[in-house]
C-alpha cells in the first residue's frame, strides 16, 4: 500500500471515528470513506436503519456519483477490462440514493414460458419468486457495477456492531447485490449487525480465460470489496475485527474460495457457506478448458483463435462493447470442445487443484465456519427445465443433490473437523406455503436459495401471493439469530445458541424445519453422508486419531 493511499486511509478513520463518536449517529447522516463523503437515508419501511447504496469501491467515473451504491475500485473498461480491480480513493460527496448498475450477466430465464407458469406446475407464488430471484428484469446494466451497499443501525445497543458481508449466487453467470431477496435493512433493523453487499464481475468478464490475463477477476472484486470494508465499516458503526462472509451457491463456494486462498491475511473472522464449496463439483476448470472458452468466443467477434498473437486477441476484445462479448457467448458454446459457462479458473493462487491435501495438511484459513445446503436443492430447477419442457428421471435427480450438494457440504464440515476449526453444518428443509415454487405433488421441499428470505426476512419482499405462516416467522428468527449470533462471535456464540460444534460422528448436523417443525433437530450427519466417496474414509481417520 503506498504511502498516500495509507494517508488516505487513515484520515477516513479518524474522520469516521469522529463522526461517531463526537454526537449521536442520525439516521442517514454522511459518512467519510476513502470513496468520498458517503450521504445515506432511511431505509424504505425501516426508518430506524441507514441505507446506502452503490458505494463505489474501485475506482469509478464521476457520472457516477448520481448513484446510491459505494463505488470501491476503478470501473474495468476499456484497458482495465479483465484487469485486477483498482482501489479507488475519493473526496466529493456521495449521494447514495439508490442502487447502481448490475454487472453484466446471462439469466438464462424463459421469460416468455415462465408468462404461462400454470401450466408447468409452477405456482403464482413460484413464478414470482423465481422472476425476482433470477429474472433480474428491472436492472440496468453496466461494466461500471463495482460497487457495495450498507445498511447500519449504528444509533443503537453495541458501539462495533458486527459485519455481516453477503455473496450473492447465480452459477458465476449472474445475480447482483440488488435483488429484493438480499436486503439487509431487516436483519440490520432486527439484530443489531451491519450487512453489506457488493456487486462482482460475472461470466466471461469474472472468469475470461484467456491465457495471459488474470482469471479470477470476480473473486478478487471480492477481496478488494472486503478490504473497503476493513478499510471504512469504523465509520458506519461497524468492527473491522467481526467481518464474517456469508452467501450462497456460487456466493458460498466463493467464501469457501476466499477461506483457503487468503490465508496469510484474512481479514474476515468467520465463514458462512450455504449451499456451495470449493469441493462442489464443476467449480473450477482447469486453464487449458478456460482458455477453449475464452478462445471460442474471441473467435466468434472475429478477434481471432488460439493461433493468434495472445496480446493482439485481447487489445480486439477489449474494443467490442461488453453486448456484443456477451451475446457471443451462445454462439460460442456450439464451437466444438466449448461451453457457454465461465467461472473460477485453477491457477493455484487463488484456486486451486488440491483441496483435498489442502484440507489435510491444514492450508486453509482457521477460522470458525457454519455450513449447510437445502434438503431438496433441485426443486429450483426443476420449474426452470420444466419451461423449457425438459423432464428427468426423480432417480437423476436425487443424484444431481446427493454429489453436488451433500456431498460437498459433506467434505467441507470434515475438513474443518480435521483441523480443528470450530465448525457447524445445518440442513433446511422447510416447505411453507409461501415458498412452493410448484405444485404439491411435485414439490419435494427446500429448494436450492430458499433458506435466503429466510435469514435476510425478505419472504414478502420477493412475493406478495401467500403471506407467510406462524411457524415459518418462528424459524425466521431461529435462523436469523443464529446466523447473526454466529457473526457476533464465531468462535463461542452458536454453542451458546444451543449449536453443537460438528462431529462426523455424532448427532451433530442440526435439521432446521424438518416437517416445518419450529425446533431445531440435531441427527447424526451419517444419515445423509452415507456413499459419499471421500467421507467413509476421512471418518474412519478421524475415529483413529
Not at 463456494?253 to 491475511?265: E, L, N
Request: net charge negative; glycine share 8%.
Amino acid at each position: 500500500m503506498s504511502e498516500i493511499m495509507k494517508f488516505t486511509r487513515m484520515l477516513a478513520v479518524c474522520a469516521s471515528a469522529a463522526t461517531i463518536g463526537a454526537v449521536p449517529f442520525r439516521v442517514g447522516q454522511t459518512v467519510h470513506t476513502t470513496s468520498g463523503s458517503i450521504q445515506g437515508h432511511a431505509a424504505p419501511g425501516v426508518s430506524d436503519v441507514s441505507e446506502y447504496l452503490s458505494i463505489p469501491f474501485v475506482e469509478f467515473p464521476r457520472s457516477y456519483i448520481k448513484f446510491l451504491t459505494l463505488p470501491q475500485a476503478k470501473p474495468p473498461v476499456g484497458d482495465l477490462r479483465w484487469e485486477p480491480p483498482q482501489p479507488f480513493n475519493g473526496t466529493s460527496q456521495i449521494n447514495a440514493e439508490k442502487f447502481g448498475a448490475s454487472c453484466p450477466a446471462h439469466t438464462g430465464i424463459n421469460m416468455a414460458a415462465l408468462g404461462n407458469y400454470s401450466q408447468y406446475g409452477i405456482t403464482p407464488q413460484g413464478a414470482e419468486i423465481i422472476v425476482s430471484f433470477l429474472g433480474q428484469t428491472t436492472d440496468v446494466f453496466s461494466e461500471d457495477c463495482l460497487t457495495l451497499n450498507v445498511w447500519a443501525k449504528p444509533q443503537t445497543r453495541e458501539d462495533k456492531k458486527a459485519v455481516m458481508f453477503w455473496v450473492y449466487g447465480g452459477s458465476y453467470s449472474s445475480g447482483g447485490s440488488d435483488i429484493p431477496a438480499y436486503n439487509g435493512k431487516y436483519l440490520a433493523d432486527q439484530e443489531d449487525v451491519i450487512v453489506v453487499s457488493a456487486n462482482y464481475r460475472l461470466n466471461i468478464f469474472g472468469f475470461p480465460g484467456g491465457p495471459t490475463i488474470s482469471n479470477n477477476l470476480g473473486l478478487l472484486d471480492q477481496r478488494r470489496a472486503i478490504e473497503w470494508v476493513r478499510d471504512n465499516i469504523e465509520g458506519f458503526g461497524g468492527d473491522p475485527n467481526r467481518i464474517t462472509m456469508f452467501g450462497e451457491s456460487a456466493g458460498g463456494s466463493s467464501v469457501d474460495y476466499y477461506s483457503y486462498a487468503w490465508t496469510s491475511d484474512p481479514i474476515v473472522a468467520g465463514f458462512i457457506a450455504e449451499s456451495g464449496t470449493v469441493f462442489s463439483p464443476d467449480t473450477q476448470a482447469s486453464a487449458a478448458s478456460s482458455a477453449t472458452n475464452w478462445y471460442a468466443v474471441s473467435q466468434t467477434l472475429g478477434c481471432g483463435d488460439a493461433s493468434g498473437d495472445p496480446a493482439s486477441v485481447l487489445s480486439c476484445m477489449r474494443s467490442k462493447s461488453w453486448q456484443d462479448v456477451l451475446n457471443a457467448i451462445p454462439a460460442a458454446s456450439k464451437i466444438p470442445g466449448a461451453s457457454a459457462s465461465f467461472g473460477p479458473t485453477i491457477d493455484n493462487i487463488i484456486v486451486f487443484s488440491d483441496y483435498i491435501s489442502r484440507s489435510v495438511n491444514g492450508n486453509l484459513i482457521k477460522r470458525p465456519m457454519m455450513i449447510g445446503n437445502n434438503n431438496w436443492e433441485p426443486g429450483l430447477f426443476q420449474p426452470m427445465l420444466a419451461v423449457e419442457n425438459i423432464t428427468l428421471p426423480s432417480s437423476t435427480w436425487a443424484f444431481l443433490m446427493f454429489s453436488l450438494f451433500t456431498c460437498p457440504t459433506s467434505y467441507r464440515a470434515l475438513a474443518g473437523q480435521v483441523n480443528k476449526v470450530p465448525t457447524w453444518r445445518y440442513r433446511y428443509f422447510g416447505n411453507f406455503p409461501n415458498m412452493q415454487l410448484s405444485t404439491p405433488s411435485e414439490n419435494q421441499g427446500a429448494w436450492h436459495g430458499s433458506e435466503i428470505p429466510m435469514v435476510f426476512g425478505t419472504d414478502m419482499d420477493i412475493q406478495d401471493k401467500v403471506a407467510r405462516t406462524a411457524e415459518e416467522e418462528i424459524m425466521s428468527t431461529y435462523m436469523r439469530k443464529a446466523w447473526t449470533t454466529f457473526a457476533k462471535d464465531p468462535v463461542n456464540g452458536l454453542v451458546q445458541y444451543g449449536f453443537p460444534e460438528y462431529n462426523a460422528n455424532g448427532n451433530t448436523l442440526i435439521q432446521l424445519a424438518i416437517n416445518n417443525e419450529t425446533s431445531p433437530n440435531p441427527t447424526n450427519p451419517a444419515q445423509y453422508d452415507t456413499g459419499c466417496p471421500i467421507v467413509t474414509a476421512l471418518v474412519d481417520l478421524l475415529t483413529a486419531l
